[in-house]
Protein backbone atom coordinates (compact mmCIF):
# COMPACT_ATOMS: atom_id res chain seq x y z
CA UNK A 1 0.00 0.00 0.00
CA UNK A 2 1.53 3.63 -0.94
CA UNK A 3 1.43 6.43 1.68
CA UNK A 4 -0.80 8.29 -0.55
CA UNK A 5 -3.51 5.62 -0.26
CA UNK A 6 -3.99 6.62 3.51
CA UNK A 7 -4.56 10.30 2.84
CA UNK A 8 -8.05 11.25 3.67
CA UNK A 9 -8.32 9.32 6.76
CA UNK A 10 -7.74 6.56 8.36
CA UNK A 11 -6.97 3.22 5.86
CA UNK A 12 -9.49 0.39 6.57
CA UNK A 13 -6.06 -2.81 6.51
CA UNK A 14 -4.94 -5.05 9.37
CA UNK A 15 -2.50 -2.49 10.35
CA UNK A 16 -4.58 0.30 11.07
CA UNK A 17 -6.51 -1.63 12.85
CA UNK A 18 -4.41 -2.38 15.05
CA UNK A 19 -3.46 0.40 15.68
CA UNK A 20 -6.72 2.12 16.38
CA UNK A 21 -7.49 -0.71 19.02
CA UNK A 22 -3.85 -0.14 20.54
CA UNK A 23 -4.81 3.75 21.03
CA UNK A 24 -7.88 2.60 22.21
CA UNK A 25 -6.20 0.31 25.41
CA UNK A 26 -3.95 3.50 26.04
CA UNK A 27 -6.84 6.20 25.83
CA UNK A 28 -8.55 4.08 28.47
CA UNK A 29 -5.49 3.68 30.57
CA UNK A 30 -4.68 7.33 30.30
CA UNK A 31 -8.46 8.04 31.54
CA UNK A 32 -8.72 5.98 34.49
CA UNK A 33 -5.27 7.51 35.51
CA UNK A 34 -6.95 10.90 35.25
CA UNK A 35 -9.84 10.24 37.06
CA UNK A 36 -8.03 8.33 39.88
CA UNK A 37 -5.75 11.53 39.93
CA UNK A 38 -9.04 14.03 40.10
CA UNK A 39 -7.58 15.76 37.08
CA UNK A 40 -9.33 16.39 33.39
CA UNK A 41 -8.24 14.13 31.00
CA UNK A 42 -7.15 17.62 28.83
CA UNK A 43 -5.01 18.00 31.02
CA UNK A 44 -2.39 14.80 29.91
CA UNK A 45 -0.73 15.29 26.24
CA UNK A 46 -0.34 11.80 25.02
CA UNK A 47 3.23 12.15 22.29
CA UNK A 48 3.41 8.76 20.05
CA UNK A 49 6.86 7.17 20.01
CA UNK A 50 7.23 6.07 16.39
CA UNK A 51 10.93 6.01 16.26
CA UNK A 52 11.96 2.92 14.02
CA UNK A 53 8.68 2.53 12.56
CA UNK A 54 7.40 3.48 8.90
CA UNK A 55 6.07 6.86 7.82
CA UNK A 56 3.40 5.22 6.79
CA UNK A 57 2.48 4.39 10.15
CA UNK A 58 2.64 7.97 11.32
CA UNK A 59 -0.02 8.26 8.33
CA UNK A 60 -2.39 6.06 9.64
CA UNK A 61 -2.01 7.38 13.30
CA UNK A 62 -2.69 10.76 11.65
CA UNK A 63 -5.97 9.81 10.41
CA UNK A 64 -6.80 7.89 13.34
CA UNK A 65 -6.70 11.68 15.10
CA UNK A 66 -2.97 11.62 16.65
CA UNK A 67 -1.68 14.96 16.24
CA UNK A 68 1.38 14.39 18.24
CA UNK A 69 4.39 12.12 17.45
CA UNK A 70 7.89 11.85 18.06
CA UNK A 71 11.38 10.71 16.87
CA UNK A 72 14.75 10.08 18.79
CA UNK A 73 17.05 10.34 15.53
CA UNK A 74 17.85 13.43 14.05
CA UNK A 75 18.65 10.89 10.70
CA UNK A 76 15.72 8.90 10.58
CA UNK A 77 13.40 11.77 11.12
CA UNK A 78 14.48 14.20 8.96
CA UNK A 79 13.81 11.78 5.85
CA UNK A 80 10.22 11.20 8.32
CA UNK A 81 9.05 14.27 8.63
CA UNK A 82 8.90 15.12 4.94
CA UNK A 83 7.81 11.77 3.78
CA UNK A 84 4.86 11.99 6.24
CA UNK A 85 4.31 15.80 5.19
CA UNK A 86 4.26 14.79 1.48
CA UNK A 87 1.63 11.92 1.47
CA UNK A 88 -1.04 13.73 4.12
CA UNK A 89 -0.77 17.03 1.22
CA UNK A 90 -2.82 19.79 2.56
CA UNK A 91 -4.49 17.01 5.41
CA UNK A 92 -4.06 17.43 8.78
CA UNK A 93 -0.16 16.97 10.06
CA UNK A 94 1.16 16.05 13.46
CA UNK A 95 3.06 18.36 15.59
CA UNK A 96 6.82 16.29 15.87
CA UNK A 97 8.78 16.32 18.89
CA UNK A 98 12.35 15.38 19.54
CA UNK A 99 12.75 13.04 21.84
CA UNK A 100 16.48 11.41 21.94
CA UNK A 101 19.51 12.77 23.36
CA UNK A 102 20.30 15.67 21.40
CA UNK A 103 24.03 16.34 20.02
CA UNK A 104 25.66 19.93 19.30
CA UNK A 105 26.49 18.56 16.05
CA UNK A 106 22.95 17.58 15.18
CA UNK A 107 20.67 20.56 17.33
CA UNK A 108 20.59 23.00 13.61
CA UNK A 109 19.24 20.18 11.72
CA UNK A 110 16.54 18.82 14.60
CA UNK A 111 15.44 22.95 14.88
CA UNK A 112 14.37 22.63 11.44
CA UNK A 113 11.63 20.08 11.47
CA UNK A 114 10.95 19.92 15.61
CA UNK A 115 7.97 21.50 17.57
CA UNK A 116 9.38 20.38 20.48
CA UNK A 117 12.20 19.41 21.74
CA UNK A 118 12.54 17.26 25.00
CA UNK A 119 16.03 16.45 25.58
CA UNK A 120 18.38 19.84 26.11
CA UNK A 121 20.25 18.92 29.21
CA UNK A 122 23.40 20.88 28.32
CA UNK A 123 23.87 25.09 28.32
CA UNK A 124 26.44 24.35 25.32
CA UNK A 125 23.18 22.89 23.13
CA UNK A 126 21.46 25.47 23.19
CA UNK A 127 23.24 28.57 20.48
CA UNK A 128 22.95 25.43 18.53
CA UNK A 129 19.38 24.68 18.88
CA UNK A 130 18.51 28.36 18.75
CA UNK A 131 20.58 29.38 15.54
CA UNK A 132 18.65 26.12 13.40
CA UNK A 133 15.60 27.71 14.96
CA UNK A 134 16.10 31.18 13.57
CA UNK A 135 17.67 30.44 10.33
CA UNK A 136 14.44 28.08 9.77
CA UNK A 137 12.19 31.23 10.89
CA UNK A 138 10.81 29.27 13.31
CA UNK A 139 9.75 29.03 17.32
CA UNK A 140 10.71 25.98 18.71
CA UNK A 141 9.16 24.22 22.52
CA UNK A 142 11.96 23.69 24.79
CA UNK A 143 12.48 20.84 27.30
CA UNK A 144 15.05 20.48 29.94
CA UNK A 145 15.77 17.05 30.32
CA UNK A 146 16.77 16.02 34.20
CA UNK A 147 19.39 12.59 35.00
CA UNK A 148 17.23 11.37 38.04
CA UNK A 149 19.35 8.76 38.40
CA UNK A 150 23.12 9.97 38.86
CA UNK A 151 24.44 6.05 38.95
CA UNK A 152 22.83 5.86 34.85
CA UNK A 153 25.44 6.23 32.29
CA UNK A 154 24.74 7.63 28.66
CA UNK A 155 20.81 7.56 29.57
CA UNK A 156 21.37 12.08 29.34
CA UNK A 157 19.95 14.88 31.76
CA UNK A 158 21.17 17.54 33.10
CA UNK A 159 22.00 17.03 37.15
CA UNK A 160 18.95 18.94 39.50
CA UNK A 161 21.46 21.36 40.37
CA UNK A 162 22.37 22.66 36.70
CA UNK A 163 18.48 22.51 35.78
CA UNK A 164 17.94 26.23 36.33
CA UNK A 165 21.40 27.27 34.38
CA UNK A 166 20.21 25.24 31.35
CA UNK A 167 16.35 26.87 31.97
CA UNK A 168 18.01 30.54 31.86
CA UNK A 169 19.76 29.76 28.53
CA UNK A 170 16.76 27.98 26.70
CA UNK A 171 14.36 31.15 28.25
CA UNK A 172 17.33 33.75 26.69
CA UNK A 173 17.77 31.99 23.00
CA UNK A 174 15.78 34.39 20.97
CA UNK A 175 13.94 31.33 18.80
CA UNK A 176 13.61 28.73 21.64
CA UNK A 177 10.62 29.22 24.25
CA UNK A 178 11.16 27.34 27.31
CA UNK A 179 8.20 25.08 28.28
CA UNK A 180 9.02 22.76 31.11
CA UNK A 181 11.04 19.69 32.26
CA UNK A 182 11.57 15.91 30.67
CA UNK A 183 12.97 12.54 32.43
CA UNK A 184 13.34 9.02 32.60
CA UNK A 185 12.36 6.73 35.27
CA UNK A 186 15.20 5.13 36.60
CA UNK A 187 15.65 1.79 35.58
CA UNK A 188 14.55 -0.68 38.61
CA UNK A 189 13.47 2.16 40.32
CA UNK A 190 9.40 2.72 42.13
CA UNK A 191 8.45 5.42 39.07
CA UNK A 192 6.11 7.39 40.89
CA UNK A 193 8.41 8.90 43.92
CA UNK A 194 10.79 9.47 40.94
CA UNK A 195 8.16 11.52 38.91
CA UNK A 196 7.09 13.39 42.07
CA UNK A 197 10.34 14.71 42.32
CA UNK A 198 10.38 15.88 38.33
CA UNK A 199 7.08 17.93 39.59
CA UNK A 200 8.78 19.56 42.59
CA UNK A 201 11.70 20.47 40.21
CA UNK A 202 9.08 21.93 38.07
CA UNK A 203 7.28 23.74 40.90
CA UNK A 204 10.44 25.15 41.53
CA UNK A 205 11.39 26.25 37.89
CA UNK A 206 7.77 27.91 37.55
CA UNK A 207 9.16 30.25 40.40
CA UNK A 208 11.36 32.23 37.72
CA UNK A 209 9.48 30.60 34.92
CA UNK A 210 5.57 30.59 35.15
CA UNK A 211 5.23 29.66 31.73
CA UNK A 212 7.38 26.28 32.06
CA UNK A 213 4.45 24.24 33.11
CA UNK A 214 5.19 21.25 30.90
CA UNK A 215 6.31 18.16 32.69
CA UNK A 216 7.18 14.99 30.51
CA UNK A 217 7.11 11.94 32.24
CA UNK A 218 5.79 8.52 31.55
CA UNK A 219 6.14 6.21 29.33
CA UNK A 220 4.24 2.25 28.19
CA UNK A 221 5.05 0.43 31.26
CA UNK A 222 4.80 3.72 33.85
CA UNK A 223 2.19 5.87 32.34
CA UNK A 224 -0.21 5.44 35.05
CA UNK A 225 2.50 6.76 37.97
CA UNK A 226 3.44 9.79 35.66
CA UNK A 227 -0.21 10.77 35.55
CA UNK A 228 -1.03 10.58 39.30
CA UNK A 229 2.41 12.45 39.88
CA UNK A 230 1.26 15.59 37.59
CA UNK A 231 3.04 14.79 34.34
CA UNK A 232 1.60 16.85 31.71
CA UNK A 233 2.80 14.94 28.34
CA UNK A 234 3.20 10.91 28.41
CA UNK A 235 6.02 9.86 25.77
CA UNK A 236 4.05 6.07 24.41
CA UNK A 237 5.95 3.92 22.04
CA UNK A 238 5.01 0.18 22.08
CA UNK A 239 1.55 0.55 23.89
CA UNK A 240 0.60 1.69 20.44
CA UNK A 241 3.07 0.52 17.69
CA UNK A 242 3.39 -2.67 18.91
CA UNK A 243 6.22 -4.66 18.52
CA UNK A 244 6.39 -4.62 14.98
CA UNK A 245 9.76 -5.35 13.20
CA UNK A 246 11.68 -1.84 13.58
CA UNK A 247 13.33 -0.09 9.89
CA UNK A 248 16.55 -1.34 10.37
Not at 219 to 245: C, F, I, K, P, W
Request: negative net charge; charged residues 25%.
Amino acid sequence: MSLSATTGGAVRDSRTAELAANLARVEERVAAACASAGRPRDDVTLVVVTKTFPASDVVRLVGLGVREVAENRDQEASDKVAEVAGALGDGPTPRWHFVGQLQRNKARSVARYADVVHSVDRVRLVPALDAGAGAAGRLVDVLVQVNLDPTAVGRGGAEPDDVAAVAEAVADAASLRLRGLMAVAPLGAQPRPEFERLVALSERLRGDHADADWVSAGMSSDLEAAVLAGATHLRVGNAVLGSRASLR
